[in-house]
């Protein structure tokens, strides 16, 4: 059985959980996403991008 999640639900949870038990300020959380939208538009994008989907198809390796 294969369950497929979006990265930013992942992520999102993550954010969630460091909130509730790690004791992080919901500001914190707020500016890391502000600047993960500024980041998006910038330069940068295409290779977090590329980054991004490389390491995804790492780990979830071929499925042949």
């Known amino acids: 059985m294969t ?3 979006p990265l930013v ?3 999102g949870l993550f954010a969630w ?3 509730k038990y790690l004791g992080v300020r919901i500001w914190i ?3 890391i996403a ?3 939208f500024w980041l ?3 330069f940068m994008a295409p290779a977090i991008a590329n980054g991004t989907r490389s390491g995804v ?3 979830n390796g071929s499925h042949d």
Request: glycine share 10%; no cysteine; proline share 0%.
């Open 57 to 59: 198809n790492i780990i």
């Open 29 to 31: 959380v707020v500016v």
């Open 3 to 5: 369950v497929s999640l």
């Open 17 to 19: 959980g460091a909130v």
């Open 40 to 42: 998006s538009h910038t």
């Open 9 to 11: 639900v992942v992520l």
């Open 34 to 36: 502000l600047f993960g």
